[in-house]
């Protein structure tokens, strides 16, 4: 359905620190980079990261939030070391989300932008 998805943030060079760390761990990389933007993806790039000089607020009760299909479980719990690592805030640690799916294992963080992520594996 969504070729891509693109967000604003005020400092790329942060931005690419923190998504250089926290993607490779669910085994995305960075595809393409310019002076203002950034690409992320496996093959192709499916998530963009551009200079804005207005991004999204940080507003938790937006719904806004960006989740990233990762290869397994422990990945899913090095995404969110990663985060708060580089930077970012828990929003939820990893774990079963029963409340979605009884094999629902995700984990959320807010990266230094505002912007909410989720890292998801469904199933073992």
């Known amino acids: 359905m969504l070729n891509h998805v693109s967000i604003g943030v005020r400092d790329i060079a942060r931005s690419k620190a923190f998504y250089d760390s926290v993607l490779q761990?669910?085994?995305?990389r960075r595809l393409s980079?310019?002076?203002?933007?950034l690409g992320?993806?496996?093959?192709e790039v499916v998530f963009w990261i551009n200079l804005a000089?207005?991004?999204?607020p940080d507003d938790p009760k937006s719904g806004l939030h960006f989740c990233f299909v990762?290869?397994?479980r422990d990945s899913v719990a090095v995404f969110h070391a990663?985060?708060?690592?580089?930077?970012g805030r828990d929003n939820g640690k990893p774990g079963?989300?029963?409340?979605?799916?009884?094999?629902?294992?995700?984990a959320f963080?807010?990266?230094?932008?505002g912007y909410r992520l989720e890292a998801l594996r469904l199933g073992a």
């Open 53 to 56: 000089d207005s991004p999204v």
């Open 40 to 43: 992320y993806g496996k093959e």
């Open 82 to 87: 990663a985060a708060l690592a580089a930077g």
């Open 109 to 113: 963080v807010v990266d230094p932008d």
């Open 96 to 106: 079963i989300r029963a409340d979605y799916s009884p094999d629902y294992f995700a």
């Open 25 to 28: 761990a669910i085994g995305y």
């Open 33 to 37: 980079e310019g002076e203002d933007s």
């Open 70 to 72: 990762a290869p397994d």
